[in-house]
């Protein structure tokens, strides 16, 4: 979360990614489901 606390992220890459992501879940249909350390998550939903 430090990354975050300097200003709004220009750049995303692997490190930062691992840094920030706690899991990601891939469901049957390619839907996704994110979850950060800090608790929030984000969905998505495929077409």
Do not use: C, H
């Not at 992501?21 to 049957?28: K, R």
């Amino acid at each position: 979360m430090e990354e975050a606390a300097k200003g709004p992220i220009q750049e995303f890459g692997p490190k930062l990614m691992i840094e920030v992501m706690d899991t990601i879940t891939v469901f049957e249909r390619g839907n996704l489901r994110i979850r950060f350390y800090d608790g929030t998550e984000f969905s998505y939903e495929a077409a």
